[in-house]
């Protein structure tokens, strides 16, 4: 069996380690754009400065796994083409791809490592009484917001979005919003930006100062599904069947961000679990048998509020979100958990979930 995974995030390094571990005798190669496998839900700690979120791939990846740095150019019958022009063949292939911004003009992208890492000599730039605007209201934008807040309190930070924490129940959102106060966060809401350089332009047309503005809106996925005729939703994910098969090729496995599956949400939470799911069916057709139908339900939104506190926001098996729910010290703990936890499932192969409801 021959198996390409193009991307290196958290489900498709997982689902390589899983399937060599339970293939051995599969021919896996791994294709990223960088050497390294990024911890996109550390960006905001890379940025700040206070963590950091890359390791080299050649530390994630098992023994007998190949690893190339290139980016795919298009995926053909059953071959992908690599920039330059080089083709890999495969019998099957993981696209795991992940999700893009589409920032303004004047603004930083921050769900990228090149992002972060523009961002953090952006940062380290900037003298005492500064502003620093992020835009985008939700878990990213509220993170990398108090994250930068904490690591530098000698700089103004305001959040500039529509809804603040607008998945999380009524008391989680207020919890958020204290934390962020404290940290001295100015939150600006029912707002979009229009940022240039120096400036941020809301919608009600105000303008406010600004020295560096962070892009923290998730825009969309690469293009590179739709531009290789594969059949994508609006959003350009690829639409699969209930084995996360590609409808157009079922040689082609969609998992993570870049997959069109019903009720999904853009997290390790979800990428891991279907990295898992695809590193499995693979493991099933190689021993001769029928692959089975992807479902997992949501635990959990974790939120960090700098490196000492956070929100917990526990959720109904479809992510709905609950009453329940838990801040503080407690749950910047269990949020840094989560995050060892994901590293460890994507160099393992050990991916946790529960089994989706029937």
Known sequence: MKVVVAGAGYAGTLAANR??????????????????FVERVRLHQQLAGTGRAATPLTEMLRDGIAARQAAVEKIGDGTVVLEGGESLDFDHLILAVGSTLSPLPGTVPIGTWEGAEQARAALAGLPAGGTVTVV????????????????????????????????????????????????????????????????????????????????????????????????VDERGRVIVDEYLRSVTDP?????????????????????EPQGGHAADNLARLAKGAAPKPYSVDYVSTCISLGRHDGVIQLVHRDDRPRRQYFGGRPAAMTKAGVVRGARFSARSGIGGSLPGSK
């Open 19 to 36: 399937l060599a571990k339970k293939v051995p005798d599969a021919e896996i190669t791994v294709v990223n754009p960088r050497p390294d």
């Open 251 to 271: 040689r082609i496995i969609a998992v993570g961000d870049c997959a069109a599956i019903p009720g999904s949400r853009m997290s390790c939470q979800t990428a």
């Open 136 to 231: 985008g209201a939700g878990p990213t934008g509220i993170e990398t917001a108090a994250e930068v807040a904490y690591a530098r309190p000698d700089l103004g930070v305001r959040l500039v979005g529509q809804n603040l924490a607008a998945t999380l129940s009524d008391g989680a959102r207020r919890r958020v919003r204290d934390g962020l106060e404290r940290l001295k966060v100015s939150i600006v809401e029912n707002a979009v930006a229009e940022a240039d350089t120096g400036t941020v332009q809301l919608r009600s047309g105000e303008q406010l100062n600004s020295d560096l503005t962070l892009w923290a809106v998730i825009g969309g996925v690469p293009d590179l599904a739709a531009r290789s005729g594969l059949k």
